[in-house]
Each structure stands twice: as C-alpha cells, then as structure tokens.
C-alpha cells in the first residue's frame, strides 16, 4: 500500500511539471467610464452593476471603455495583453486592437487593464464582441472571448 502513496506523488509531480508553462485568462470585464473615469459610483457590485446599466442606456454620459483582465501564467517571462474590440457605428463594423506589457505580480493571479479613450474610443461605437489573448515570444498562451466574436 506504501508503494501506491509513492507512485500517486510522483504522478502529481509529473503532471505539475508538464504544466510549468502555462498561462490562463481567468476573467474579462469591459467596463463603461464616465466623464470622471468612475466605472461605479460606489464600492459594492450592485452599484456597480447598475451603474453600467445606467451608463449603457446613456451613451452621452460615457468617455471610455476599460478591460480589466484577469490571468495567471507559470513559467513564461514578457508578457503583454492583447484586447482586440469589435463595434458598430451608425451601422458600419469597426475593430481595434489595445496592447500592454504586463507583469506577473504576486503568486496567484495577476489583474490588468487596457482602456480605450478619447476619439478611438468614439470611432468604435457600441461595444458588440471581444477577445483578450496573452502573449509570450510571439506566441499566443491563453485566449477567452465574448460569445459573438
């Protein structure tokens, strides 16, 4: 029974090892920014919540479109954040694509944020699809994207 202890470690150490470079895009959350660049009003979800609500009917009252992205990645060094944002403007498809270089901070996951501002941000229109992609030596590492891309 004591040599079953010992395989099943070693079966976990190997399957931790084949995994040491992996990255993960745990969360995407496009936010609307007012004219202030509050995303809430308030510290609790709710208002949160509603606030987007409210700033989604009045598109006059916003001034930009913030990603905060959350991600982990193991074992991998340069790595930048890629959001790429898909939208209608008086019936016409725009897109454009926002790039940062991130930093691994801390053990567990990692939270960054690429903001689409000013006339870039009026010549997108309203939001309709997104993709965030992590990217590490010119290579793809992770993906997660809306239901419509």
């Not at 009917?57 to 959350?70: C, E, G, I, T, Y």
């Not at 991600?71 to 008086?90: F, P």
């Amino acid at each position: 029974m004591r040599w079953m202890k010992y395989v099943a470690l070693l079966w976990l150490l190997a399957a931790g090892a084949a995994q040491a470079e992996s990255a993960k895009i745990v969360k995407v959350l496009p936010y609307f920014l007012d004219e202030k660049g509050r995303h809430a009003l308030k510290p609790s979800l709710y208002e949160r919540d509603a606030y987007q609500a409210f700033l989604r009917k009045k598109p006059n009252l916003r001034s930009a479109l913030r990603f905060d992205v959350q991600w982990k990645a193991s074992g991998l060094n340069d790595i930048t954040l890629r959001v790429e944002a898909r939208g209608s403007l008086k019936g016409q498809a725009q897109a454009v694509v926002l790039e940062e270089p991130v930093k691994k901070k801390g053990w567990f996951g990692h939270w960054s944020s690429v903001c689409l501002k000013g006339d870039a941000y009026k010549k997108l229109g309203d939001l309709t699809a997104w993709r965030a992609t992590l990217w590490s030596g010119g290579h793809q590492v992770a993906e997660q994207k809306s239901y419509l891309w």
